[in-house]
Protein backbone atom coordinates (compact mmCIF):
# COMPACT_ATOMS: atom_id res chain seq x y z
CA UNK A 1 0.00 0.00 0.00
CA UNK A 2 1.01 3.55 -0.55
CA UNK A 3 0.30 6.01 1.41
CA UNK A 4 -0.17 10.16 0.33
CA UNK A 5 -0.51 12.82 2.64
CA UNK A 6 -0.65 16.26 2.28
CA UNK A 7 -0.64 19.60 4.05
CA UNK A 8 -2.19 22.74 3.25
CA UNK A 9 -1.70 26.12 4.73
CA UNK A 10 -4.41 28.34 3.32
CA UNK A 11 -4.23 31.65 1.82
CA UNK A 12 -5.08 33.92 5.07
CA UNK A 13 -8.28 35.52 3.33
CA UNK A 14 -9.92 32.35 2.51
CA UNK A 15 -8.68 30.75 6.35
CA UNK A 16 -12.63 29.87 6.97
CA UNK A 17 -14.82 26.59 7.72
CA UNK A 18 -16.66 27.55 4.02
CA UNK A 19 -13.67 26.54 2.03
CA UNK A 20 -12.06 23.92 4.45
CA UNK A 21 -15.61 22.22 4.27
CA UNK A 22 -15.22 22.44 0.41
CA UNK A 23 -12.03 20.65 0.30
CA UNK A 24 -13.06 18.07 2.53
CA UNK A 25 -16.26 17.21 0.53
CA UNK A 26 -14.89 17.65 -2.40
CA UNK A 27 -11.79 15.65 -1.75
CA UNK A 28 -13.40 13.30 0.06
CA UNK A 29 -16.28 12.98 -2.66
CA UNK A 30 -13.53 11.20 -4.95
CA UNK A 31 -14.19 7.93 -3.13
CA UNK A 32 -14.82 4.99 -5.61
CA UNK A 33 -14.59 7.18 -8.36
CA UNK A 34 -10.54 6.54 -9.03
CA UNK A 35 -8.89 3.34 -9.49
CA UNK A 36 -6.74 2.20 -6.59
CA UNK A 37 -7.96 4.91 -4.15
CA UNK A 38 -8.51 2.61 -1.25
CA UNK A 39 -8.97 5.21 1.61
CA UNK A 40 -9.30 8.90 1.82
CA UNK A 41 -9.98 11.70 4.83
CA UNK A 42 -9.33 15.02 4.64
CA UNK A 43 -9.07 16.56 8.33
CA UNK A 44 -9.98 20.14 9.08
CA UNK A 45 -9.54 20.63 12.56
CA UNK A 46 -6.67 21.31 14.55
CA UNK A 47 -4.82 21.97 17.51
CA UNK A 48 -3.19 25.24 18.32
CA UNK A 49 -0.28 23.95 18.01
CA UNK A 50 -0.75 23.11 14.07
CA UNK A 51 1.25 25.00 11.49
CA UNK A 52 -1.17 23.79 8.89
CA UNK A 53 -4.85 23.85 7.89
CA UNK A 54 -5.53 20.94 6.58
CA UNK A 55 -4.42 17.60 6.28
CA UNK A 56 -5.31 15.36 3.39
CA UNK A 57 -4.82 11.56 4.14
CA UNK A 58 -4.91 8.54 1.52
CA UNK A 59 -3.87 5.00 0.72
CA UNK A 60 -3.58 3.55 -2.75
CA UNK A 61 -2.90 0.19 -3.55
CA UNK A 62 -0.16 0.98 -5.20
CA UNK A 63 2.26 3.48 -6.82
CA UNK A 64 0.91 3.19 -10.23
CA UNK A 65 -2.88 3.78 -9.14
CA UNK A 66 -1.39 6.81 -6.88
CA UNK A 67 0.27 8.16 -10.39
CA UNK A 68 -3.21 7.38 -11.93
CA UNK A 69 -4.99 9.97 -9.28
CA UNK A 70 -2.41 12.77 -9.96
CA UNK A 71 -3.88 12.86 -13.59
CA UNK A 72 -7.27 11.94 -12.85
CA UNK A 73 -10.07 14.50 -14.34
CA UNK A 74 -11.79 13.80 -11.39
CA UNK A 75 -9.30 15.19 -8.82
CA UNK A 76 -7.65 17.28 -11.17
CA UNK A 77 -10.93 19.57 -11.57
CA UNK A 78 -11.22 19.33 -7.21
CA UNK A 79 -7.42 20.42 -6.95
CA UNK A 80 -8.16 23.16 -9.83
CA UNK A 81 -11.21 24.18 -7.96
CA UNK A 82 -11.44 23.31 -4.55
CA UNK A 83 -7.85 23.55 -3.71
CA UNK A 84 -5.16 25.24 -5.46
CA UNK A 85 -6.98 28.72 -5.45
CA UNK A 86 -7.06 28.97 -1.78
CA UNK A 87 -4.27 27.23 -0.58
CA UNK A 88 -0.53 29.15 -0.03
CA UNK A 89 1.97 26.16 0.58
CA UNK A 90 1.43 22.44 0.34
CA UNK A 91 3.55 19.57 1.67
CA UNK A 92 3.23 15.86 0.74
CA UNK A 93 4.97 13.18 1.84
CA UNK A 94 4.36 9.32 -0.51
CA UNK A 95 5.71 6.42 1.13
CA UNK A 96 5.07 2.47 0.52
CA UNK A 97 3.82 0.55 3.85
CA UNK A 98 3.66 -3.31 3.50
Known amino acids: MVKHIILWKLKSEFNNDEVKLGIKQGLEGLMGEIPGLLEIKVQTESLPSSNA ?27 DTKVRPFTETRSCLDFVEE
Not at 54 to 67: D, I
Request: zero cysteines; a negative charge; glycine letters at 4%.
Open 53 to 79: DVMLYSVFENEEALKGYAVHPKHVAVA
